[in-house]
């Protein structure tokens, strides 16, 4: 389960990272108030950390990552 919400996390800041290089909009800062609000900062973080906890799932066996 925490694979997955990292991955939908993950892909959200993507999608997020996405908008920011064709429109140069940045979602999460609209939503919370700039990117330099509190808020916002902290979603930066658990989008960051979800992306290094998704390293993970590169060095896993696919049958571990199919069980879970």
Known sequence: MLDRICLILVILGAINWGSIGIFQFDIV???????????????????????????????RQRNEIIEK
């Open 29 to 59: 800062a609209w939503i919370f108030g700039g990117s330099d609000a509190l808020l916002a900062r902290i979603i930066y973080t658990v989008i960051a950390l979800a992306g290094i906890w998704c390293i993970s799932l590169l060095f």
